[in-house]
């Protein structure tokens, strides 16, 4: 049994569910999306993502009108296997299309490209045997990418990845719960005094660079929560 934290962000609430391997994602319709495939490789039991993301599949998979196999969807940093600031790690992304043929990769790639329902599609050249779509918001804080700037009162998955890289390190958040509040401030803070960053208790590009290459394939600690 998996639990779930999806990020409503029509509410600009969290939400949290429990649902089986078997079972369809929060959000999902006609159960094209399971708790399994959304998983991938990740080992964690404490899987996360947003609602506008799972509503992205639905338009994606109804456009596209067939089964759209998985391959790698989300992974917790500590647990690594992609780049430094993959929307991955937030649970917004999706490789699909690793066991189609080229013809049918093609067309999925088309599909998702002319869908206009995700954020990003990665060029074909980037993914020759399968197709990346991710549905990232907010505008990233540094200027060659990566994830938006989080203060006190941010919400979602991207705070998500930046409570459990500071819980695995051993700067205690409180809790696992997308909400950045006064006690992942404190953390923040803290980390940042250690690490010789401006200590602003907000988690810009510098900040966000340091904590996801400092937590990248290290392994779940005796720190890190669910």
Not at 4 to 18: A, F, G, H, L, S
Not at 43 to 60: D, I
């Amino acid at each position: 049994m998996a639990k779930i934290k999806v990020y409503n962000n029509d509410t600009n609430r969290m939400e949290t569910y429990y649902r089986g391997e078997s079972e369809a994602m929060p959000y999902i319709t006609n159960r094209t999306l399971t708790v399994r495939e959304f998983r991938g490789s990740s080992k964690s039991q404490t899987l996360w993502t947003e609602k506008r993301a799972m509503l992205a599949w639905n338009s994606q998979r109804y456009i596209y009108g067939g089964p759209i196999p998985v391959g790698f969807a989300f992974k917790r940093p500590w647990e690594g296997g992609h780049g430094t600031f993959s929307q991955h790690y937030a649970g917004l992304a999706f490789d699909v299309g690793q066991t189609l043929t080229d013809a049918q990769r093609n067309n999925l790639y088309n599909s998702a490209r002319n869908s206009g329902v995700w954020s990003y599609v990665e060029p074909k050249t980037l993914t020759p045997t399968w197709v990346h779509f991710d549905k990232r918001r907010g505008n990233a804080s540094c200027s060659t990418g990566g994830y938006p700037l989080l203060r006190n009162g941010s919400r979602g998955s991207y705070v998500l990845i930046a409570q459990d890289d500071l819980n695995t390190l051993g700067f205690d958040t409180g809790g696992l719960d997308g909400i950045f509040g006064t006690k992942t401030e404190s953390a923040v803070r803290k980390y940042q005094e250690r690490e010789g960053l401006a200590v602003d208790g907000l988690i810009g590009c510098n900040t966000w660079r340091s904590l996801q290459e400092d937590v990248l394939g290290t392994g779940r600690t005796s720190t890190t929560i669910d």
